[in-house]
């Protein structure tokens, strides 16, 4: 499975297949935009200190909100209803931490390419989009504890009993994006890429016969389960290793992530966070498994 856990942290939360957090162009977007961000943001916040300003925290306690980045178009994350109200997943846990830290939520949506540059300029106190945890960004910014752990997953026809495992798909016809890491994940293990346009084009082929399997995370498989709960499909194999996501804070805001940690731990405890995500995915993906 060492090949299944390289993949993984390439692929991040979504991988090349959706927007957001997780693709290779806004990996690189980011960390180009990002990178003259924070020398800017940087010398600023160091000659704030200097000058003995407040922190972050410190003035959202005084303010009586915190502001969270988000896209709003990453459904079931972040999107608008049929009402226009932003809701979702990180949207009710970033909710739930600000009202236990005595403050009101308040979201900027904006778009993924320029979201972490955003945060170095000062334009929010955190981002709450399922940014994925990784040791490149461990070196510029700060995470809470991980509240999300996706894991990558074979998916197969619900009559399907050929296929168990990832070593499985040698010879196999997998239904995929031919320029995702998932593909590249199936052509290490030997199977031969059906070419698709994307996840939900994929999981068709796969029910309807047309494919032997697709690869994806399990969290977008829960998302589809929940619209197309009758659809032919199944899980027949999960990676060990998972990918983690959590909220995102710049450097210099120690106070911020204990607080938010403190929050998260909270939460957990009592139960809040389990159930948000059994709402939107039908089952708890706030756990290590």
Not at 254 to 264: G, H, M, T, Y
Request: with cysteine.
């Amino acid at each position: 499975m060492k090949k299944l856990a390289a993949a993984l942290l390439t692929v991040g939360v979504f991988g090349t297949i959706l927007t957001g957090c997780g693709s290779e162009e806004a990996s690189s977007t980011e960390a180009n935009t990002a990178g003259e961000a924070s020398a800017e943001a940087g010398s600023e916040a160091g000659q704030a200190k200097e000058a003995g300003a407040k922190t972050t925290y410190e003035t959202a306690k005084e303010n009586g909100y915190i502001t969270f980045a988000t896209e709003g178009t990453y459904a079931p994350y972040s999107f608008h209803d049929e009402s226009d109200k932003l809701t979702g997943f990180d949207i009710e846990v970033a909710q739930a931490i600000a009202d236990k830290l005595g403050l009101e939520a308040k979201f900027t949506e904006t778009q993924w390419d320029g979201i972490i540059a955003g945060l170095d300029a000062g334009k929010y106190d955190a981002i709450a989009n399922q940014v994925s945890i990784t040791d490149e960004r461990k070196e510029k910014y700060l995470f809470s504890d991980p509240y999300t752990y996706v894991y990558g997953v074979v998916i197969v026809n619900g009559d399907n009993t050929d296929i168990n495992s990832f070593e499985e798909l040698k010879g196999k016809d997998v239904a995929l994006t031919v320029t995702s890491n998932w593909a590249e994940l199936a052509e290490s293990y030997g199977g031969k890429i059906v070419s698709t346009n994307g996840f939900s084009e994929s999981i068709q082929l796969v029910i309807q016969g047309r494919a032997d399997a697709t690869v994806n995370d399990n969290v977008t498989f829960l998302d589809y389960k929940a619209n197309q709960p009758d659809a032919n499909a199944k899980v027949v194999a999960t990676s060990d290793e998972a990918t983690e996501s959590a909220i995102l804070i710049r450097k210099d805001d120690s106070d911020l992530q204990e607080a938010v940690n403190s929050a998260l731990k909270e939460i957990r405890d009592n139960g809040t966070l389990k159930s948000i995500s059994e709402k939107y995915f039908g089952e708890d993906i706030t756990v290590a498994k």
